[in-house]
């Protein structure tokens, strides 16, 4: 008797071209934050001024080590983040559902901090408690805050919505029996 052959996995679903546009908008959203947080950490003599004013006790040699710690904490921390946003990016794109939720609530808590950020700015709320946020970090902001978005928008229209389905319908096995058969 022979034993017959299993059936064919389906090949999995080919992802359409607005996820695979939403997956290169969040890696862009990444790097363009991690390029803003370079030009943050650039300006060392702002730093050094920054922890002069939290800590006057430190000497020179001090501040600086500090400043140069920071920043290299900072870089290994924006790569990371990169990497992270990649990460998910492609697994979404893959179709994993858990992905695009994670992705979601990543660009939700950034695009609000960001409006934050722009309301205590335009309200003279920040100047007032001593905040200084330089034009070019506000329009760093302002382009992740609506790549995020609409990389969100374009996870979430109907036309991809069934991709996910799809994918999920492929990857799931059916289960075992307890006979083996």
Do not use: C, H
């Amino acid at each position: 008797m022979t034993t017959p052959k299993p059936p064919r996995p389906k090949p999995k679903p080919t992802p359409p071209k607005l996820i695979d546009i939403a997956r290169w908008l969040f890696i862009a959203s990444a790097v363009i934050g991690m390029g803003r947080f370079l030009v943050q950490l650039s300006d060392r003599e702002m730093l050094i001024d920054q922890l002069r004013t939290q800590q006057p006790a430190l000497g020179q040699d001090e501040l600086d080590a500090a400043a140069t710690g920071g920043i290299m904490f900072g870089l290994l921390l924006a790569a990371g983040l990169v990497l992270v946003y990649t990460l998910l990016a492609n697994r979404m794109a893959s179709g994993r559902n858990w992905a695009r939720i994670v992705l979601t609530v990543l660009a939700g808590v950034g695009i609000f901090f960001g409006l934050v950020r722009l309301i205590a700015v335009g309200s003279g709320f920040a100047a007032a408690f001593g905040l200084v946020v330089s034009p070019v970090d506000l329009a760093f902001g302002g382009v992740t805050m609506i790549i995020d978005a609409v990389a969100v928008v374009l996870m979430y229209l109907p036309s991809v919505s069934g991709y996910f389905r799809s994918v999920r319908s492929v990857s799931v096995k059916p289960p075992q029996v307890a006979n083996g058969l």
